[in-house]
T-cell receptor
Framework: DAGVIQSPRHEVTEMGQEVTLRCKPI?????LFWYRQTMMRGLELLIY????????DSGMPEDRFSAKMPNASFSTLKIQPSEPRDSAVYFC?????????FGPGTRLTVT | EDQVTQSPEALRLQEGESSSLNCSYT??????LFWYRQDPGKGPEFLFT???AGEEKEKERLKATLTKKESFLHITAPKPEDSATYLC??????????FGKGTKLTVNP
């Protein structure tokens, strides 16, 4: 198995632009998680899905952030409009029997 | 609110010098405590899950232990390739994991 796949790996954009991050979970995993990692705050959960349904989005920082999971093999995290304080590494993870397996992350820089 | 505190923030060891990393936690109804390893520029890599106090798990030079208030990651005779950031996380009543900020381990040859 290829593991969790994320794209792009790096994204540099200007303030105000829309950013879309993509994730393909491990086949057969029913839960998908989006995290953000910064030096100051560490690894924070933004939102998670079970069987493609959003369960808890309490970690989404504000309405500029949205996430979708249209099917079991694809999810997106969208930021519109982006701001410099959104600069971070965004990880997607999918859950097997009990453990979560992380993708390689997307490093987002908003200038 | 579930909380995880890891110490120390950073640790430097000489190759072969054994030591332990600490993870203190507060959680309502522990369902699992997880250890991950993260290398620079990569996603966290799963190491262990511990479910109840007294449980221990081992993998190569690493051994994880669990009490009702904390977990330790013991590193025996570390090698330079063990250098990484080690993250601890707890799962309480939901599927959410709450992570600590990690311990950055450097092992010098």
């Amino acid at each position: 198995d290829a593991g969790v796949i994320q794209s792009p790996r790096h994204e540099v954009t200007e303030m105000g632009q829309e950013v879309t991050l993509r994730c393909k979970p491990i086949s057969g995993h029913n839960s998908l998680f989006w995290y953000r990692q910064t030096m100051m705050r560490g690894l924070e959960l933004l939102i998670y899905f079970n069987n493609n349904v959003p369960i808890d989005d309490s970690g989404m920082p504000e309405d500029r952030f949205s996430a979708k999971m249209p099917n079991a093999s694809f999810s997106t995290l969208k930021i519109q409009p982006s701001e410099p304080r959104d600069s971070a590494v965004y990880f997607c993870a999918s859950r097997g029997f009990y453990e979560q397996y992380f993708g390689p992350g997307t490093r987002l820089t908003v200038t | 609110e579930d909380q995880v505190t890891q110490s120390p923030e950073a640790l430097r060891l000489q190759e072969g010098e054994s030591s332990s990393l600490n993870c203190s936690y507060t959680v309502s109804g522990l369902r699992g405590l997880f250890w991950y390893r993260q290398d620079p520029g990569k996603g966290p890599e799963f190491l262990f899950t511990l479910y109840s106090a007294g449980e221990e798990k081992e993998k190569e030079r690493l051994k994880a232990t669990l009490t009702k208030k904390e977990s330790f990651l013991h590193i025996t005779a570390p090698k330079p390739e063990d250098s990484a950031t080690y993250l601890c996380a707890v799962q309480g009543g939901s599927e959410k994991l709450v992570f600590g900020k990690g311990t950055k381990l450097t092992v010098n040859p």
